[in-house]
Nanobody, 128 residues
Framework: QLRLVESGGGLVQPGGSLRLTCTDSGFNLATYAIGWFRQAPGKEREAVSCIASTDGRTYYADSVKGRFTISRDNAKTTIFLQMDSLQPDDTATYYC?????????????????????WGQGNQVTVAS
């Protein structure tokens, strides 16, 4: 059973950058689909970015395209979410999620109900 841990959140000014990481104590996540989701107060949890286990294809929410980048390290033990040009609307608790099922299309990969394992969440606050 995975125990995902996120880190790297915090307070940043508008236009700044943060890099979130997601890992499970060095466990190889290569065969898991990974998603980053976020939830702002009073809002539904939404997909931010997802990466497939099969071919590494990636998907992004329209609101973060061109600003956020999802990636895996070479050892496939850590997932990153590089967040640039952050805006106040990006303020939320960010969660990483993993699932062993093979998912390749965005409608599967970026749907929160398809993920079995979740991290505890990491707060990102964008404010001046």
């Amino acid at each position: 059973q995975l125990r995902l841990v996120e880190s790297g959140g915090g307070l940043v000014q508008p236009g700044g950058s943060l890099r979130l990481t997601c890992t499970d104590s060095g466990f190889n996540l290569a065969t898991y689909a990974i998603g980053w989701f976020r939830q702002a107060p009073g809002k539904e949890r939404e997909a931010v970015s997802c990466i497939a286990s099969t071919d590494g294809r990636t998907y992004y929410a329209d609101s973060v395209k061109g600003r956020f980048t999802i990636s895996r390290d070479n050892a496939k033990t850590t997932i990153f979410l590089q967040m640039d040009s952050l805006q106040p609307d990006d303020t939320a608790t960010y969660y990483c999620a993993a699932d062993p099922n093979i998912m390749t299309v965005a409608t599967q990969l970026c749907t929160r109900y398809n993920y079995r394992y979740w991290g505890q969440g990491n707060q990102v606050t964008v404010a001046s």
